[in-house]
């Protein structure tokens, strides 16, 4: 049991994909709480926000919204998450290298442990558990 506690290769472990699966859906999960307070401003006509790019509060709130409430939602269906996660890996390193530079990194570390998880899914993309391994996986023979 030690010798696959130790393992360097998942599938001693786990599926791969169970573990994609949960980091898609909690990822996912923890952005909407933050997107759709946002999206409710939004729809309110509030478009007081930040504006840490000179956009414009009104266009900060709106391109914010987008990544983490819209590709929140096609991430936690993984529908297109590779593309998805483009703008929230945006979002996430305006969040803690603009909006927070000069805060300690105790207020920056939500926004970090954020990039570094859509970084991941990024990388791995959405998993067999999917839309996207439902639509345009492997076909099972």
């Known amino acids: 049991m030690l010798k696959r506690l130790l393992s360097t290769n998942p599938s001693q472990l786990v ?16 952005i909407l709480t933050h997107g759709y307070p946002k999206l409710t401003n939004v729809l309110a006509g509030d478009m007081g926000f930040g504006d840490p790019l000179g956009l414009g509060p ?14 929140a939602v ?18 996430t390193i305006v969040i803690a290298f603009v909006a927070h530079a000069d805060d300690p990194f105790s207020v920056k570390e939500k926004g970090l442990l954020f990039l ?6 990024f990388i791995t993309g959405s998993g067999k558990y999917s839309l996207d391994g439902r639509l345009f996986g492997k076909n099972p023979r």
């Not at 599926?15 to 923890?30: E, H, K």
């Not at 266009?59 to 590709?71: D, G, M, P, Q, Y």
């Not at 570094?116 to 899914?121: A, D, S, Y």
């Open 116 to 121: 570094v998880m859509f970084l991941v899914l």
């Open 15 to 30: 599926n791969l994909d169970v573990a994609i699966l949960i980091l898609r859906v909690g990822a996912a999960i923890l």
């Open 58 to 71: 009104a266009t900060s709130l709106i391109l914010v919204t987008f990544a983490e409430f819209f590709c």
């Open 74 to 91: 096609f991430i936690l269906l993984g529908l297109g998450t590779r593309i998805a996660s483009i703008p929230l890996i945006i979002n």
